[in-house]
């Protein structure tokens, strides 16, 4: 890392981040817009431990500059030593890597700041609101928690991707993407309030969407429904453009 990162690479390793290479071990389609690549994590996961909805740092070439966008890690095995990683493809390099990259290719990777606290008391029900770009965090969030009951907010048509929810307790709304994400807000906004007085004693607020959505709806759940810090997760995984 460092002076090969550029500025980014350079307060990452003022943090103690760790830097790790991921060689690709195959991969497939799972829509026409939506890849699984499979990897080994280069002695990563031994050494950083395992938690939900851990995410890794991954660097690319962008016009002679480092580049770097955060991915979720989908099924980690640190005996193994593997997991897989899910890209919502798009314009863009990340996603221009993802189509073409071929078996024992390698990319660097860095573990900074994925921290993830599971909440006590454990959640009664968890209410999340995501979009195909955090849908292996949300994954690995109904993982974390395999019989808590959960509402999803989706957005975006979930047919055919490997959302793992149960419909004997995980309850799917999915909300096209309208206005720059003002449509997910508002039907939010609309049916929280209800979810959150049928949730039980220790509901739990997941958010991770775009990050002007992400902040609209957190704002909307601190300020005006009063969750608690504590009892609320929200990251914008993704800038609209």
Known sequence: MGQGHGWQGTVLKLLRAKDFTLTVTGGEDVTADYRRLHLTDGGMLAATGVHPTMWVRLWFDHDGKPHQRAYTLVDPDPSAGTFSLEFALHEGRASDWART???GATIEATVHGTGFAPPEPAPSHLIAAGDPASLPAINSL???????????????????????????RHDVRPVPRKDAGAHLVAEVREALPALLTGAGPDPYVWIACDTATTRALTAYVRKELGVPKHRLHALGYWRAT
Do not use: Y
Request: charged share 20%; proline share 20%; glycine share 6%.
């Open 101 to 103: 990259v071929r078996p």
């Open 142 to 168: 109904l993982d974390a928690f395999p019989t808590t009951p959960a509402t999803v907010f989706f957005e975006g048509d979930p047919a055919g991707l490997p959302l793992r929810t149960d419909p004997a």
